[in-house]
């Protein structure tokens, strides 16, 4: 392989509190990035990473490539400019729940329904962590906050249901301690061509310790959560011995071997299916009675906002008479004064 | 009654009529008809901002003013020498700009009981309630008139109808003399392949029209306007939104850089982002964003990936975007913001001038963070104001604002069409490579610009971003680094000055009263400039297209004047602005804040008043 780790980590020590979810993301995005040069043919220089404000939004500084660390918010639209002003790049995203869903939530679904091709990481930690403590789009009913003493009285987004809401071509959801999974996950959604969403589980150790705990226990996690692989059967639990499978229309957990249940009985993962409403089930299964569902739930292939934007250059300019500006002055009605 | 023909230089048409009684379109053919035919001519839609307000109402009602003469014409006229009402609203909307020796077209079939009610009037003789008696009235049953032409025209009557203005256009030809072919060149341009029969349809309604003014002899005096005497060249009609699209895509040429325009539909901007959206085959791309903020923000991405970006709106758009326009500054990436302005503020009234987004431009931002703004003068010049804009943005590192305005963007004037072999290169200071650790805050010593890196390029790998910086682009929040390059951003942006044109005095290098104006006021006070000097006034005038540097011998023009009188559409900005940069002048000030251009004689009786 051309590039290590190594070669992506900038010479910045990352400012995140010890304990933090981001330090592992960061990590898991150095360790993929090479993988997506070698597969995808990029050189490090033509990598490119932006965010916008918040703590995950740092993460620029730490990767030795070009960045871009803006407003609030604002990283969607500054990312779709970059890859529609230069295509050849590998665009990626850092953003959290703050920045993508609340300021920027408008950015968000438009990059998403223009299946613009960029990657977007989503750290998810369901509260502010850079302003201190105040609840998040994606902040629990009744969680107590400093912004909620008493609760909050909101509902949080479930970020993949609004990414399908948005016709999202490719979804995947992981924990910040899923170190291979998350490479994964990335390396998945630099391949995808179109709008990519990775929505990472982080902890804040500081305002919203454990906020993922009911499935980051490493005790329970087998049994808690679902990796989610495209052709496999949907099997899950310490002893593989849990599936999912369809009933009425609605998703059910099933033991296999009991009921005259088999492993061909249960559910294919068909991440390509262009038909999102069993993603959606899938998106919005949560315990105790489902496992939360993580790897790539969505990877369906449509044309791109860049690729079209090139085609139409390329077809009109086939076609025009005008050629330059000269022409352009002259082109419909002139006169000539003598 | 034989008609009299009477040669003038210089006539003003007023066309009013309900919102959708296509008065844009009527006024826009007569005044290409007049261009084409030779004659100097100036424009502006005074139009209602709803689609199709109440039908019969006076909101909904849209005007178009157009200017001609065989020279001098620099504005679209104060008061019009023929007014075309197509319904009593129309009229008393409109009275008030038709002079004394006006010429009234009314379309009787419009001025039922009903329609009169809706226009407002309280009696049933909006004629006399109007005062108007005295101008001469044509009073024409133009939509009868209209259908009785088409009778056999296969049309339904409700389309039928809808060609009445161009009996009305018609009516007008004849009165002022003008050759149908132009108009007839059009008709074929625009329906020859799709819809031919409309041809031959329009033809027909415009020369009976042309022929019912001759025969009812009601017309006491046709007007001859002779061709001007022309610079050679060849020449074109042009409005101000299309000549600052055009003058972006030229910078791009020049500069060799693609063009990129994010923006989102505002008016009055919005024909900008539409003729953008035309020219791909020159390698044009725009985004149509969600917002205003997208807008900018996909230029600013585009600007870091090695796009010439631009983003268009007007003072609304500017307000939204102005974070994201602190953002480009501390970056320091090349990017041109076009505000067209409106009326102000808030929603104000969007269809109307104003010149009220100044300070908003100027200091509408957080944090120490001077932005250029320079301004276009007329429909014409928003090429070269484009061209310079983006000039300047590349060449220094930095977002610039084009401050247009309704007035220029919607106005058209003949253009002398110009040859990009004359324009200046654009050099971008892009760099390739560099020895050691690419530091994306080293500056030209000349320039103070930083350098051009772009994503893509080995070895050249940095941040950017809002947060402040060292030079070598780490991130710093120490107090005298601060300072520094607060200093430093502010000093590119001086140094500015160093590389635009003195500043020009029309008229005497000393005098009285020196008349200060900027923007798109340019072409009223040419013309009251040039009244109060025939007066025998002791006067000069002199019109900054460039705002923020201001050129760097102002102080040394205005030491030459007793009187300085800065006049503008707003309540005094501009004014402002040259106190608070030279403190060591008075200055008077003419305004006016009504959505409305100047009137040449409020200028001309402002200054005589002081």
Avoid at chain 1, 157 to 168: Q, Y
Avoid at chain 2, 293 to 317: E, K, Q, Y
Avoid at chain 2, 391 to 403: D, I, Q, R
Wanted: glycine share 8%; aromatic share 8%; proline share 5%.
């Amino acid at each position: 392989m051309k590039y290590t780790a190594q070669d992506f980590k900038s010479n910045q020590e990352p400012r995140w509190c010890p304990g933090c979810g981001d330090h592992a993301i960061l990590a898991a995005l150095t360790r993929a990035l090479p993988v997506v040069c070698e597969d995808l043919g990029y050189s490090k220089e033509r990598v490119v990473v932006i965010s916008g404000i918040g703590c995950s939004s740092r993460l620029p500084y730490y990767v030795d490539t070009f960045g871009f660390h803006s407003i609030h918010g604002r990283a969607t639209p500054i990312s779709t400019g970059v890859k529609v002003a230069n295509p050849t790049l590998s665009v990626w995203q850092a953003t959290g729940d703050g920045d993508a869903l609340a300021i920027g939530g408008n950015h968000f679904i438009h990059a998403i329904r223009r299946n613009i091709d960029i990657n977007i990481i989503l750290f998810n930690n369901q509260i502010y962590g850079l302003t201190k403590g105040q609840y998040s789009p994606t902040s629990k009913l009744g969680q107590i906050t400093k912004t909620s003493p008493y609760g909050t009285v909101e509902n949080p987004f479930t970020p993949g249901a609004l990414v399908l809401g948005a016709r999202g071509t490719f979804f995947a959801r992981s924990l910040d301690s899923e170190m291979k999974l998350n490479q994964d996950v990335f390396v998945a959604a630099a391949k995808h061509d179109g709008c990519s969403v990775c929505e990472m589980l982080t902890n804040c150790v500081i305002f919203n310790d454990g906020a993922h705990n009911f499935i980051s226990d490493r005790e329970f996690r087998a049994d808690r959560t679902i990796v989610l692989q495209h052709g496999q059967p949907m099997i899950f639990g310490k002893d593989k011995d849990k599936g999912l499978i369809l009933e009425n229309g609605k998703l059910k957990v099933v033991k296999i071997g009991e009921d005259g249940i088999t492993v061909d009985k249960l559910l294919v993962h068909d991440a390509h299916c262009e038909d999102n409403a069993m993603h959606l089930m899938l998106i919005n299964m949560k315990g105790p009675d489902f496992p939360v569902a993580l790897g790539v739930i969505r990877d369906v292939a449509e044309p791109t906002y860049d690729d079209r934007v090139r085609d139409q250059l390329a077809e009109v300019k086939a076609k025009a008479k005008i050629t330059c500006v000269d022409e352009l002055l002259h082109s419909g009605s002139t006169w000539t004064v003598e | 009654m034989q008609h009299k023909v009477i040669d003038t230089q210089d006539v003003v048409i007023r066309f009013a009529g309900d919102s959708g009684d296509g008065m844009q379109l009527t006024g826009t053919l007569f005044a290409d008809a007049s261009a084409l035919y030779g004659n100097e001519i100036s424009t502006f839609p005074d139009y209602p901002a709803e689609i199709r307000a109440p039908h019969g109402t006076v909101s909904g009602v849209s005007g178009f003013q157009v200017h001609i003469g065989t020279s001098g014409v620099t504005t679209p006229g104060d008061f019009c020498d023929a007014l075309v009402a197509m319904n009593p609203a129309a009229l008393k909307a409109n009275a008030k700009w038709a002079k004394p020796t006006a010429t009234i077209i009314i379309d009787t079939d419009s001025f039922d009981e009903a329609n009169i009610k809706r226009a407002g009037f309280e009696t049933d003789d909006p004629i006399a309630e109007l005062k108007i008696e005295d101008r001469t009235i044509v009073a024409a049953a133009i939509t009868s008139l209209t259908k009785d032409s088409l009778k056999d025209s296969g049309l339904s009557l409700k389309d039928m109808e809808r060609c009445k203005n161009m009996f009305t256009l018609g009516m007008v030809f004849f009165m002022f003399n003008r050759p149908l072919e132009y108009t007839d060149a059009y008709l074929v341009k625009k329906f020859g392949k799709k819809k031919p029969e409309m041809v031959d349809i329009n033809k027909k309604v415009i020369r009976d029209g042309f022929n019912y003014a001759e025969n009812i002899q009601a017309i006491a005096n046709t007007y001859n306007i002779a061709p001007a005497k022309q610079e050679p060249g060849v020449y074109r009609n042009i409005n101000g939104n299309q000549a600052t699209a055009w003058g972006l895509i030229a910078a791009s040429e020049k500069s060799g850089i693609p063009l990129f325009c994010g923006s989102y539909p505002i008016t009055p901007a919005t024909a900008i982002l539409e003729e953008l959206a035309i020219y791909k085959n020159l390698g044009v791309k725009t985004v149509q964003c969600e917002d205003e903020i997208a807008g900018i923000c996909t230029a600013i991405g585009a600007s870091f990936a090695g796009n010439l970006a631009v983003t268009t709106t007007s003072g609304p758009g500017v307000s939204l975007k102005s974070e994201a326009m602190g953002l480009a500054m501390i970056t320091e990436l090349p990017l041109v913001i076009v505000d067209v302005q409106r009326s102000g503020p808030s929603t104000g009234i969007p269809t109307k001038t104003e010149q009220t987004d100044l300070n908003q431009v100027l200091y509408g931002r957080n944090g120490e963070c001077p932005i250029c703004v320079i301004a276009s003068h007329s429909p014409s010049h928003c090429f070269d104001a484009a061209f310079y804009a983006a000039k300047l943005a590349v060449e220094h590192m930095m977002p610039v604002v084009l401050l247009s305005e309704g007035f220029l963007g919607n106005g058209s004037e003949p253009w002398k069409i110009p040859s990009m072999k004359d324009y200046p290169e654009i050099k971008a200071p892009v760099i390739e490579s560099c020895e050691g650790k690419f530091q994306p805050y080293k500056r030209n010593p000349e320039t103070m610009a930083r350098y051009w890196a772009l994503p893509g390029k080995a070895g050249l790998e940095h941040r950017v971003g809002g947060l402040e910086k060292n030079t070598a682009g780490v991130i710093s929040s120490d107090p005298e680094n601060h300072e520094k390059m607060v200093a430093e951003r502010a000093e590119k942006v001086a140094r500015v000055a160093n590389y635009i044109p003195d500043q020009e005095v029309l008229g005497p290098k000393k005098a009285d009263t020196l008349m200060i104006s900027w923007g798109g006021t340019y072409g009223h006070m040419l013309s009251a400039y040039h009244e109060l000097k025939e007066a025998g006034k002791d006067i000069a005038m002199t019109h900054f297209d460039y705002i923020l540097p201001l050129p760097k011998n102002t102080a040394e023009i205005f030491a030459n004047y007793k009187n300085l009188v800065v006049c503008e559409l707003n309540s005094g900005q501009f004014a402002n602005y040259l106190r608070a940069n030279f403190p060591q002048f008075q200055f008077k000030q003419i305004n006016k804040v009504q959505g409305q251009p100047f009137i040449v004689k409020e200028i001309v009786d402002g200054i005589n008043k002081l």
